[in-house]
């Protein structure tokens, strides 16, 4: 599951991002981490929202925020927290 738009200017605000003519920049691409990230080469700082599930790092961005869906939980070391 990944964080909502809103979140993720937020974020990206909070962490020195910038918008790209006011705006998030929003779309779909395969070079690009799933979710929020900034874009870090070549001094750009862009808050990037990236729909494609599939979208891989190409090394130029660093992922903001990714909600772990629920079956990569560690259930057991929650279970510990709460029995001890």
Same mark, same amino acid.
């Given at each position: 599951?990944?964080?909502? =738009?809103?979140n993720?200017?937020?974020?990206?605000l909070?962490?020195g991002? =910038?918008?790209q003519?006011g705006n998030l920049?929003e779309?779909?691409?395969?070079?690009v981490?799933?979710?929020?990230s900034?874009?870090?080469?070549q001094?750009?700082?862009?808050?990037v929202y990236?729909?494609?599930?599939?979208g891989v790092?190409?090394?130029?961005?660093?992922?903001?925020?990714?909600e772990?869906p629920?079956?990569?939980?560690?259930?057991?070391?929650?279970?510990?927290f709460f029995?001890f």
């Amino acid at each position: 599951m990944n964080v909502s =738009k809103d979140n993720c200017a937020a974020i990206g605000l909070s962490a020195g991002g =910038k918008f790209q003519n006011g705006n998030l920049l929003e779309g779909s691409w395969g070079h690009v981490p799933y979710g929020c990230s900034i874009r870090v080469d070549q001094g750009d700082s862009t808050i990037v929202y990236n729909n494609d599930i599939n979208g891989v790092n190409d090394e130029r961005f660093t992922s903001l925020c990714h909600e772990l869906p629920v079956s990569d939980v560690d259930f057991s070391l929650l279970y510990l927290f709460f029995v001890f």
